[in-house]
């Protein structure tokens, strides 16, 4: 396996950290930096400063939360939304999908768009492609007029089965193409059926696309001359270019790379079959990987449901930093709410009172007094335990000792269930897993969480701390494809099907050859969403020829839904994923980081430096493993041990054994 010819660096931007993994063609650094949400350019330049690259030729792939944030806090681009007549308040309507079905009177959803901002026009096509209202010149002139005097950042035009034909958005694009507006249309962003879907999509793109462009152009200038990518929420990298110009593309940039990082330690030590759990400082993502990564295009960010291709995890908003209170009924809660990176948790002594489970895990001795988290954040156990004891007065007396536990009782609980969603309401038995946890905090809870799914397996990586930035060392650049046809398999020839998707590779193949990759290198897969005829929801699978795909979805239908129909199967949409083969770098050689073990561990607990562990050395818990980046809390009956690469693999010995 070759070394890089340069640096790599992957670059996970966290709500509490933002992480650093270099891999310099030798060994492997890492390193962690208070995130600066204001503005995270901040915080990945002190950190490459940190590291000694900046300004260095380089390759860096980076993990943005940028187009997130901007959706979950409302403050995206002044964005215009242009329908055809009568589908103004397309957005608006949605679904009509009721989130509390027994609430006669719920609150009205967030309105996207508001509906001065909704323009109606002509150029409207029929199911079957014929034109059943033309595009005028005068149209054309007065939408010209209308989104002029709007004086929008960008525009999103959705109109309907442009997904067949385009020639009516491509006409309005050219038209307001003068104007200073970004303008999305969806039959570029997502050439696929169901117009509401495609027209959040292609709003949620044009809503982020301006900020993505400023902060990228930025960013890419000031880490000249290291050349930039972008994780994608499928898993593949992109270039600065192509990323600010599709930035629903990145509503889940880290956690995919983390899924990413999971996945290539895992297959290092011979693991497929996983179940993920990353917790960070405001979030926990939990995923199922069983080989591949699975892609969903049922995602959602916020309230919107965003359909193009995305790593299928569930996330919930329990984190080191989730913030604990007492309501007014004497009842313990934790989260959703976080203390984030400002103030953060009282134990970092940046300011913050309230308890986190970071504070319970203090107090509790998980996380021992003096320790320095990333190298360089020392443990105040003392604004630890004040901030517990409040919650514990409030709970009536309890003593400090017990509210810590209720907190982490509490998370373990949220996160439980998470794991539960995507492992038991699918059919799928945990058991036959292994819980890889990863994250700051993962660690702390993996023992306690793996035993309540009844898992004997465990595994923490060496990098837990931060293998969402590893994960982006090892993303490969690339893209992903996707166009409707809706027939009837029956009714397709091979060379049918196959002339689609080999139409949508070369699209993909041009582009990363644009950026420079060789040919050669360039992996192509086809797959089809496929459904019994009449059917709302389709399954993805690789295509290879009628029967075999035929074959497999009925399979698939019977382990995931418990049944078959005899009914004609229908081809949804064709998909195809075009990506660069790369040789992963060999993250074997560490290097070693400055770790102060804390003085006083906690009573009865073994504390041990995880860089220090001879490899196969077996620890018995409780004990508690320390790393300049994460802190791992082995519980009493769970043995440990490290590999030669420092990973900790974790078992529980069942009552058979």
Same mark, same amino acid.
């Given at each position: 396996?070759?070394?890089?010819?340069?640096?790599?660096?992957?670059?996970?931007?966290?709500?509490?950290?933002?992480?650093?993994?270099?891999?310099?063609?030798?060994?492997?650094?890492?390193?962690?930096?208070?995130?600066?949400?204001? =503005?995270?350019?901040?915080?990945?330049?002190?950190?490459? &400063? =940190?590291?000694?690259?900046?300004? +260095?030729?380089?390759?860096?792939?980076?993990?943005?939360?940028? %187009?997130?944030?901007?959706?979950?806090?409302?403050?995206?681009?002044?964005?215009?939304?242009?329908?055809?007549?009568?589908?103004?308040?397309?957005?608006?309507?949605? &679904?009509?999908?009721?989130?509390?079905?027994? *609430?006669?009177?719920?609150?009205?959803?967030?309105?996207?768009?508001?509906?001065?901002?909704?323009?109606?026009?002509?150029?409207?096509?029929?199911?079957?492609?014929?034109?059943?209202?033309?595009?005028?010149?005068?149209?054309?002139?007065?939408?010209?007029?209308?989104? =002029?005097?709007?004086?929008?950042?960008?525009?999103?035009?959705?109109?309907?089965?442009?997904? +067949?034909?385009?020639? !009516?958005? @491509?006409?309005?694009?050219?038209?307001?193409?003068?104007?200073? /507006?970004?303008?999305?249309?969806?039959?570029?962003?997502?050439?696929?059926?169901?117009?509401?879907?495609?027209?959040?999509?292609?709003?949620?793109?044009?809503?982020?696309?301006?900020?993505?462009?400023?902060?990228?152009?930025?960013?890419?200038? +000031?880490?000249?001359?290291?050349?930039?990518?972008?994780?994608?929420?499928?898993?593949?990298?992109?270039?600065?270019?192509?990323?600010?110009?599709?930035?629903?593309?990145?509503?889940?940039?880290?956690?995919?790379?983390?899924?990413?990082?999971?996945?290539?330690?895992?297959?290092?030590?011979?693991?497929?079959?996983?179940?993920? !759990?990353?917790?960070?400082?405001?979030?926990?993502?939990? %995923?199922?990987?069983?080989?591949?990564?699975?892609?969903?295009?049922?995602?959602?960010?916020?309230?919107?449901?965003?359909?193009?291709?995305?790593?299928?995890?569930?996330?919930?908003?329990?984190?080191?930093? /989730?913030?604990?209170?007492?309501?007014?009924?004497?009842?313990?809660?934790?989260?959703?709410?976080?203390?984030? %990176?400002?103030?953060?948790?009282?134990?970092?002594?940046?300011?913050?009172?309230?308890?986190?489970?970071?504070?319970?895990?203090?107090?509790?001795?998980?996380?021992?007094?003096?320790?320095?988290?990333?190298?360089?954040?020392?443990? *105040?156990?003392?604004?630890?335990? =004040?901030?517990?004891?409040?919650?514990?007065?409030?709970?009536?007396?309890?003593?400090?000792?017990?509210?810590?536990?209720?907190?982490?009782?509490?998370?373990?609980?949220?996160?439980?269930?998470?794991?539960?969603?995507?492992?038991?309401?699918?059919?799928?038995?945990?058991?036959?897993?292994?819980?890889?946890?990863?994250?700051?905090?993962?660690?702390?809870?993996?023992?306690?969480?793996?035993?309540?799914?009844?898992?004997?397996?465990?595994?923490?990586?060496?990098?837990?701390?931060?293998?969402?930035?590893?994960?982006?060392?090892?993303?490969?650049?690339?893209?992903?494809?996707?166009?409707?046809?809706?027939?009837?398999?029956?009714?397709?020839?091979?060379?049918?099907?196959?002339?689609?998707?080999?139409?949508?590779?070369?699209?993909?193949?041009?582009?990363?050859?644009?950026?420079?990759?060789?040919?050669?290198?360039?992996?192509? @897969?086809?797959?089809?969403?496929?459904?019994?005829?009449?059917?709302?929801?389709?399954?993805?699978?690789?295509?290879?020829?009628?029967?075999?795909?035929?074959?497999?979805?009925?399979?698939?239908?019977?382990?995931?839904?418990?049944?078959?129909?005899?009914?004609?199967?229908?081809?949804?949409?064709?998909?195809?994923?075009?990506?660069?083969?790369?040789?992963?770098?060999?993250?074997?050689?560490?290097?070693?980081?400055?770790?102060?073990?804390?003085?006083?561990?906690?009573?009865?607990?073994?504390?041990?430096?995880?860089? @220090?562990?001879?490899?196969?050395?077996?620890?018995?818990?409780?004990?508690?493993?320390?790393?300049?980046?994460?802190?791992?809390?082995?519980?009493?009956?769970?043995?440990?041990?490290? *590999?030669?690469?420092?990973?900790?693999?974790?078992?529980?010995?069942?009552?058979?054994?």
């Amino acid at each position: 396996m070759s070394s890089p010819a340069v640096p790599i660096i992957g670059i996970d931007t966290g709500g509490t950290f933002t992480d650093f993994v270099l891999h310099d063609g030798v060994r492997v650094r890492t390193h962690k930096e208070l995130s600066t949400p204001d =503005a995270p350019e901040r915080a990945i330049l002190a950190g490459l &400063r =940190a590291l000694g690259v900046l300004a +260095q030729d380089a390759r860096i792939v980076h993990g943005s939360t940028v %187009a997130t944030n901007a959706v979950l806090e409302g403050k995206g681009a002044h964005t215009v939304f242009i329908t055809n007549y009568g589908f103004g308040d397309l957005l608006t309507i949605g &679904r009509q999908a009721r989130a509390a079905l027994y *609430d006669l009177t719920p609150p009205p959803p967030p309105v996207p768009v508001p509906a001065d901002h909704c323009l109606e026009t002509g150029g409207r096509f029929g199911a079957h492609g014929e034109v059943v209202e033309d595009l005028s010149v005068g149209e054309m002139v007065a939408l010209r007029r209308a989104v =002029a005097a709007l004086a929008p950042e960008a525009v999103a035009v959705c109109l309907l089965f442009a997904f +067949q034909d385009d020639r !009516f958005e @491509r006409r309005i694009g050219e038209v307001l193409a003068s104007l200073p /507006s970004l303008v999305c249309l969806s039959s570029e962003v997502l050439p696929e059926v169901r117009e509401y879907e495609r027209g959040m999509a292609t709003w949620l793109n044009a809503y982020v696309g301006p900020l993505m462009q400023r902060y990228l152009t930025a960013l890419a200038s +000031q880490v000249a001359p290291a050349r930039l990518s972008v994780m994608q929420s499928s898993g593949l990298s992109a270039a600065p270019d192509f990323a600010a110009r599709h930035g629903v593309h990145l509503l889940l940039s880290g956690p995919a790379g983390g899924l990413l990082g999971a996945r290539h330690v895992a297959n290092l030590v011979g693991c497929e079959r996983l179940l993920t !759990f990353d917790m960070g400082g405001t979030s926990t993502d939990v %995923a199922l990987i069983d080989g591949e990564l699975s892609l969903s295009a049922e995602g959602k960010v916020g309230p919107y449901p965003v359909a193009v291709p995305m790593v299928d995890m569930h996330t919930i908003g329990a984190g080191g930093g /989730s913030l604990a209170r007492v309501d007014a009924a004497g009842l313990l809660h934790v989260g959703p709410q976080s203390a984030g %990176a400002a103030p953060g948790p009282a134990c970092y002594g940046l300011g913050g009172e309230a308890a986190t489970v970071t504070d319970a895990n203090v107090v509790l001795g998980r996380l021992p007094a003096g320790l320095e988290l990333g190298g360089r954040l020392r443990i *105040d156990a003392d604004a630890a335990h =004040a901030a517990v004891a409040r919650i514990a007065e409030a709970m009536g007396g309890l003593s400090v000792a017990a509210a810590a536990r209720g907190i982490v009782a509490i998370a373990n609980d949220h996160m439980q269930q998470a794991l539960r969603v995507i492992s038991v309401e699918r059919g799928v038995d945990p058991r036959d897993y292994t819980l890889v946890s990863f994250g700051g905090a993962g660690g702390l809870h993996v023992c306690a969480l793996a035993a309540a799914l009844a898992m004997t397996r465990a595994l923490v990586p060496a990098q837990a701390g931060v293998l969402s930035a590893l994960g982006m060392v090892v993303a490969r650049p690339g893209r992903h494809l996707s166009h409707t046809l809706r027939c009837l398999l029956a009714s397709l020839s091979e060379t049918d099907v196959l002339h689609g998707l080999e139409r949508l590779a070369r699209g993909g193949c041009d582009a990363l050859l644009a950026e420079g990759h060789e040919r050669a290198s360039l992996r192509v @897969r086809y797959a089809v969403d496929i459904c019994y005829r009449g059917q709302s929801h389709a399954l993805t699978l690789p295509w290879s020829d009628h029967d075999t795909v035929a074959a497999a979805f009925r399979a698939e239908h019977l382990r995931r839904y418990g049944h078959t129909l005899e009914r004609a199967l229908e081809v949804v949409n064709l998909r195809v994923a075009v990506d660069v083969e790369l040789a992963a770098p060999d993250f074997s050689a560490v290097a070693d980081e400055p770790l102060r073990l804390p003085s006083t561990p906690a009573a009865g607990t073994l504390v041990y430096e995880q860089g @220090r562990l001879a490899p196969g050395q077996p620890l018995a818990g409780p004990a508690i493993v320390l790393s300049a980046v994460a802190t791992t809390y082995i519980e009493s009956g769970w043995l440990a041990h490290a *590999d030669a690469a420092g990973n900790l693999h974790l078992s529980r010995p069942t009552a058979a054994s």
